[in-house]
């Protein structure tokens, strides 16, 4: 009883044979790059907020709307609840506040500035230094509150 080897049909395989290895795969992956970019657009998000001026002032509540958007950071002058005068965040006094506001504002291109000023200092202060940037030639003059104030009968 032999077998005829010619006439035996070989038994075909199931699954992968054992000495090949699949092709490479040639397409790139990005979902886990977009996950890591969509969470630090959201840290980006809510941080940016908070790196404009580090001066911490309780900033009067008022009803007025927000001024549109500027491409430079803002020239901002902050009065602290203590009456101490910071330009950007350096603390300086009321004497050096016009000309470190013109060596400043001579790089720029606009010379807006935005007043700070902490919600307890007196109303003479802020008129003061008001006076002394108009004086200087800073005419143009934004006053920074927080939004949700009284609206005082208005629509």
Do not use: C, W
Not at 37 to 45: A, D, N, R, T, W
Not at 46 to 73: F, H, I, Q, S
């Amino acid at each position: 009883m032999g077998a005829n080897v010619a006439t035996a049909k070989p038994r075909a395989r199931r699954g992968r044979r054992r000495g090949k290895h699949r092709a490479m795969m040639a397409e790139i992956n990005i979902t886990p790059m977009v996950d890591v970019m969509l969470v630090l657009l959201i840290i980006f998000m809510v941080a940016a907020p908070l790196m404009t001026v580090g001066v911490p002032v309780e900033l009067p509540k008022t009803a007025a709307t927000a001024l549109p958007a500027v491409e430079e950071e803002p020239l901002t002058v902050s009065i602290t609840a203590e009456g101490a005068i910071t330009l950007m965040k350096t603390e300086i006094t009321a004497d050096e506040l016009i000309p470190k506001l013109r060596a400043i504002a001579a790089e720029r291109s606009d010379n807006k500035v935005f007043l700070r000023a902490d919600g307890r200092v007196p109303y003479e202060i802020v008129a003061q230094v008001m006076g002394a940037l108009n004086s200087g030639g800073f005419n143009n003059i934004g006053l920074v509150t927080d939004t949700g104030g009284p609206d005082m009968g208005g629509q």
